[in-house]
């Protein structure tokens, strides 16, 4: 008897395998994916109860059984098709409008792709956004917080206020061609090797659905899009936190380029970085060395220090830098030089402390090489404080909107660019996945910083990345340039403004989760927290990238 018991397991197993490959094959994925979760096993089990209590033969209870799972699945596929709300009718034609508008959207990504315009430069870039919201009827605040490049553009009234970030700065160093092979555009200083120019447009897109929303329901609501400058190192958004623009909002959604679909509840790096300056004496290098002292020499005393002090602190931690002057000719010594710091740790408190030292280098090395420093730091940015309440909405929105599925053209482009990734090459389908949501995500960190972390900590926030880079893209690279600036990019920012308008419906739609994502960001943020930006009282640096 248990031996018949276990067969009967097992080709009640197989058969349910069966019935599922079937249900893949001829349903759509969202509502496989639906039935898959939650009506199946249902359905398995009702009929599993009848599989065992009635007395036919095996071959035919087998048939019988099949019949009844196919017979389940396609009722509750009408079902679902029939249960369809207001709120998901509204969603679904968001999901369409956006599809219909792809051509326009990707045309305004890809002049800002052209324009490639640098942190506190993006003058055009700015403008072409802000033109966009105008049309669409919002109101344009613009040089707010001392940056004439961001802005903040505002639809609707009364609460919930929902805030949408958008950034738009390139990145030196990066000019690429939309080509699979590396090939750098001669005389052009940046590159949107992080993918800003679909970062800012996805924004837009998605606020101007939620604004056309608001309008056709007449719901109470407001939307306000931040248009803001200079995330590489700029820390463009410190300067609107500090001068209080995210007081009045109650959830503030974002995203970013790459080369995954995600949405989780992960945190980012805390970053601070500073240009350390050292001047010393000139003099004839060969003739009258002794009456020299080498300003480059203060600077290589400091980065001999700094590489030392790596083994004495939290191993993961991250400094870098680069020497951006160091002298003009060998045989002067160099009265000037100067060397470009960035540190980077999970914890605010670690990080700071990492700075102190960082600081006291340069100090210790002045003083061993007879020259002189100062420094002047030009930004810091709070690691993001995640919010799983939101996440798991965001979540939810992209596993419904799906991910980027590559046509035979996008497909070649794809894989020549994933050729070059070595070891790191990916299956490039994977674009067309959705990273499964996983609580410990939470504990996760990226290895970059963003601005975003002090909006983070101000106000709820909530982020997605979606797969506009071809699978094992690293960001800041030729290939995550040159995927920004194609039909790739695209419609990787197309998926992530359907995520992000339709987050901002259930935020508008449902008051609870604002209210559970405020007490979990309270929690987190601790009672007795109160902003202060890791840049200090400084203005903001525009010239940084002159
Ligand atoms: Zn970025």
Redesign the pocket.
């Known amino acids: 008897m248990y031996e018949k018991i276990k067969i009967l397991d097992c080709l009640l197993a197989i058969i349910y395998q069966e019935s599922v490959s079937i249900a893949i094959k001829t349903h759509k994925k969202a509502l496989v994916r639906q039935m898959f979760s939650v009506d199946l096993k249902k359905m398995f089990t009702r009929n599993f109860y009848f599989f065992t209590s009635t007395k036919l033969a095996l071959p035919m209870k087998k048939i019988i059984w099949v019949a009844c799972m196919l017979a389940s699945l396609s009722t509750s596929a009408q079902k679902k098709k029939s249960v369809s709300t207001p709120l998901e009718n509204d969603k679904q034609a968001i999901i369409s409008n956006l599809d219909h508008r792809f051509d326009e959207y990707a045309g305004i990504s890809k002049q800002i792709w052209n324009f490639a315009e640098l942190g506190y430069l993006e003058e055009k870039s700015s403008v072409l956004l802000q033109e966009q919201l105008k049309k669409e009827g919002f109101t344009v605040e613009t040089g707010i917080a001392g940056i004439p490049t961001a802005f903040v553009a505002t639809y609707g009234t009364g609460k919930p206020v929902v805030g949408i970030l958008g950034?738009y700065d390139a990145l030196p160093g990066l000019a690429q061609e939309a080509t699979p092979e590396m090939k750098p555009i001669a005389g052009q200083r940046g590159g949107h090797g992080?993918g800003?120019n679909l970062f800012g447009t996805a924004s837009v897109a998605a606020a101007v659905e939620v604004k056309n929303w608001l309008q056709k329901t007449g719901k109470s609501g407001t939307v306000k899009i931040f248009g803001c400058p200079a995330?590489?190192g700029g820390s463009g958004k410190v300067y609107m936190v500090r001068e209080g623009y995210f007081n009045d909002v109650d959830v503030v959604l974002h995203w970013?380029p790459s080369s995954a679909n995600a949405a989780d509840a992960s945190t980012s790096l805390a970053n601070i970085n500073a240009k350390f300056r050292f001047k010393g004496i000139a003099a004839h290098a060969a003739a009258s060395p002794e009456r020299g002292r080498s300003a480059l020499d203060g600077v290589e005393a400091m980065n001999y220090m700094v590489n030392m002090m790596r083994e004495h602190i939290p191993q993961d931690t991250r400094i870098h830098y680069v020497i951006t002057k160091g002298g003009e000719a060998p045989n002067v010594v160099p009265a000037y030089a100067e060397v470009y710091y960035y540190a980077r740790h999970k914890d605010r408190a670690i990080l700071q402390s990492i700075w102190k030292r960082i600081e006291n280098a340069a100090q210790g090395a002045a003083q061993g090489t007879g020259t002189k420093v100062e420094w002047e730091v030009l930004g810091g940015v709070y690691n993001l404080l995640p919010n799983v309440t939101l996440a798991k909405v965001v979540h939810a929105n992209l596993s419904k909107v799906g991910g980027v599925v590559y046509n035979e053209t996008e497909k070649q482009f794809a894989e020549k660019i994933a050729d070059t990734f070595g070891e790191q090459k990916q299956p490039v389908t994977n674009a067309a996945q959705i990273k499964n949501w996983q609580d410990a995500s939470e504990n996760a960190t990226s290895g970059g910083s963003?601005d975003v972390g002090d909006v983070s900590w101000v106000v709820p926030t909530v982020g997605l990345g979606t797969a506009t880079w071809v699978p094992g893209t690293s960001?800041h690279s030729w290939q995550s340039t040159a995927t920004s600036g194609m039909s790739i990019g695209q419609k990787g920012m197309i998926v992530a403004a359907k995520t992000l308008a339709t987050t901002a419906l259930d935020l508008y739609s449902d008051p609870s989760i604002i209210e559970q994502a405020r007490v979990e960001w309270q929690n987190k943020r601790g009672a007795n927290f109160s902003y202060e930006a890791l840049l200090g009282n400084r203005k903001p640096a525009l010239d940084y990238r002159k």
Do not use: L
């Open positions: 950034e992080c800003h995330e590489e970013h963003t960001a």
